[in-house]
Every structure is written in C-alpha cells, then in structure tokens.
Nanobody
Framework: QVQLVESGGGLVQAGGSLRLSCVASGRTFTSYAMGWFRQAPGKEREFVAAIKWSVGTTYYADSVKGRFTISRDNAKSTVYLQMNSLKPEDTAIYYC??????????????????WGQGTQVTVSS
C-alpha cells in the first residue's frame, strides 16, 4: 500500500507562484510513476504532470507546459509541483497520484492506483 499526502495549496493572485508537495510512504515505489492531476468544479479530473520515479523523465499537459515543473526528492520520498505564472483557469483541487509497478500511460487516470486527498489551489484575477 502507498500513502500520499499533499500540501502547499492556497490562494494566489494571477501571475503568482505556488509549490505543491506530495510525501509518499508505504511500499517502495521506485518503479512507479508519480503524477499530479487537477479537478475544477463541474469538470473531469485532468492530467497535469508526471514523473517516472526511477529515471526522472517528466511529462506535462499542454496547458501547463513551460509554467509548471514536476520534480522529486528521493531522500525525502517527495514529489513537487512548482507552479509559476498561475492563471485563474488553474484554479482546482490538485491531487497527487502514484501508479503501481505496471502501467502503460502516465497521463491516464486509470493507470494510477493510489491517490492523495487533494489540496485546493485558487488563483484570483
């Protein structure tokens, strides 16, 4: 079992920055991928960014490419999402997620078996 705990959400003005953190515990996950998804009111949960834990390869949704950066700290078992140049449309609950050892796509919700509780990000205009 893997437990994920997010933190770092909050209220920020457009153009500002936030850094989300996700601490993972439980089973080893060096062969997993870790991802960030978000869900705005009335919308489906969507992919934001992912990182393959063992090799560090990163992936981004087009809507956040160039503004958001995903990274990991092996020693702290933590994944980060640095969000810069935030826009009101980035407002959502952000969820950290982890795949199991076998997955096919890092941008598909169905490939992630473990989820955090979510953290609210609100960007004011």
């Amino acid at each position: 079992q893997v437990q994920l705990v997010e933190s770092g959400g909050g209220l920020v003005q457009a153009g500002g920055s936030l850094r989300l953190s996700c601490v993972a515990s439980g089973r080893t996950f060096t062969s997993y991928a870790m991802g960030w998804f978000r869900q705005a009111p009335g919308k489906e949960r969507e992919f934001v960014a992912a990182i393959k834990w063992s090799v560090g390869t990163t992936y981004y949704a087009d809507s956040v490419k160039g503004r958001f950066t995903i990274s990991r700290d092996n020693a702290k078992s933590t994944v980060y999402l640095q969000m810069n140049s935030l826009k009101p449309e980035d407002t959502a609950i952000y969820y950290c997620a982890a795949t199991g050892p076998y997955y096919s796509r890092v941008d598909s919700r169905s490939d992630y078996g473990y989820w955090g509780q979510g953290t609210q990000v609100t960007v004011s205009s």
